[in-house]
């Protein structure tokens, strides 16, 4: 891994997967940066610095970060690059509300990359992922029917997903549970992806039931539960 430093940051880069040069008149509304243990995931209870963007075009049922909904400051990208740096990270998140919804976090994406961070995206699955970094670990959702979005999946980010990326399923009963099944059927998920993610819905189901469901149907998927929720109760910055 490259040694990240403000100036390899905050360079300039010249890789495909960037839609602009990440110039430092180029904002992002941020609500929150801080360092904690990924909570999901494939990288679940490593240190990881957040970077969660603020707004999102969704209303899902289950939301744990309305907080992100509105508000926040103005960033530049070499500022985000530097408050990043200050923990000397592995692991970074990029996170939301949904971070695609700024234009601002491709760019981001890409300057984190350069910077030799290992990165994730973490996403509704309702904004398209065609211009993503193809170096960044794209977690995507699939809005079931209980979360009340599930007409805002947009199909066409299945066939670009990356053999590294992750789909996740949050599951809120045993329709959403069937659903879900169906979906990993139709798209042959588990064969596209590293790994797929069922996790149940926190305070609505049960994970030892979801356990339960997913063992008797010896489903190829990988069941998590939040860990940050265990430890620290979903606080704002854990
Ligand atoms: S996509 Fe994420 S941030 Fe947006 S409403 Fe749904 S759970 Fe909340």
Known sequence: ????????????STHEGRTSPAGPDQTLRITEIFYSLQGEARTVGLPTVFVRLTGCPLRCVYCDTEYAFSGGELYSLPD???R????APRYVTVTGGEPLAQPNCLPLLSMLCDAGYEVSLETSGAMST???DPRVVTVLDLKTPAS???QRNDYSNIPVLRAHDQVKFVICDRADYE???FKLDEYRLHERVADVLFSPSFGQLEGRQLADWILADNLPVRMQL???KLL???????
Do not use: F, K
């Open 232 to 238: 620290w109760n979903d606080e704002p910055g854990r």
């Open 226 to 228: 939040q860990l940050h």
């Open 130 to 132: 065609q211009g993503v």
């Open 80 to 82: 985000i690059a530097r």
């Open 148 to 150: 009340g979005e599930m």
């Open 84 to 87: 990043v740096s200050t923990y």
């Open 1 to 12: 891994m490259t040694t990240p430093t403000v100036d390899n940051i905050a360079g300039s």
């Open 179 to 181: 659903w879900a099944r």
